[in-house]
């Protein structure tokens, strides 16, 4: 099926130090969503975003919504040993409910350091 | 309930028989997604629900697959005849209504066939 292009596809850094992942697309797409996926359990919603060039943040998490609408990227800052696990994009089309599907991305594994 | 909710956490088959996954959506979710895992990759959308029709079933892999939703509630997804191939991780998802909701996740029945 069809997958994003994420980067990088893992990361290894010590704590406290700044992360930044993005994700590509050929389609334009009408919402971003970044999850986090942690061994044995389903995607947990972090950020989701509906316009372009929107800039949200949620505690240490900051995400943008590129503004062609093919591109995302995700910054953690002063990372710490919980943020392991692994991080995915997904974009979101719709068309009048005839689909609200996500497209995910390959994902970006996350290693912490203490 | 609180979360979208999956049974059976994990199913162990041999190839060739059918199995049934099960999916708890949050409650007053209309519109309900399948989703599968493979060993590690980003999540193939399968099939989507508003309601008890399913207006997007382009991800199915193959005839083997059907999944139905009854109630505007709970929803199953069967497999036919499973083969290895169909070995991973089966994903639900809820959100409200239509439109760009945020999709949220149960934690997945890990299936595996002999």
Known sequence: GQQLNQ???SMFIQEGEDV???????????TWLWYKQDPGEGPVLLIALYKAGELTSNGRLTAQFGITRKDSFLNISASIPSD????????????GGATNKLIFG????????? | GAGVSQSPSNKVTEKGKDVELRCDPISGHTALYWYRQSLGQGLEFLI?????????????PSDRFSAERTGGSVSTLTIQRTQQEDSA?????????????????????RLSIL
């Open chain 1, 20 to 30: 930044s992942m993005n994700c590509t697309s050929s389609s334009i797409f009408n």
């Open chain 2, 48 to 60: 989507y629900f508003q309601g008890n029709s399913a207006p997007d079933k382009s991800g199915l």
């Open chain 2, 89 to 109: 991780v089966y994903l639900c998802a809820s959100s409200w209504g239509f439109g760009a909701q945020p999709q949220h996740f149960g934690d997945g029945t």
């Open chain 1, 106 to 114: 390959t994902g970006t594994l996350l290693a912490v350091q203490p």
């Open chain 1, 7 to 9: 980067s990088p596809q």
């Open chain 1, 84 to 95: 392991v696990g692994i991080y995915f994009c997904a974009g979101q089309e719709f068309y």
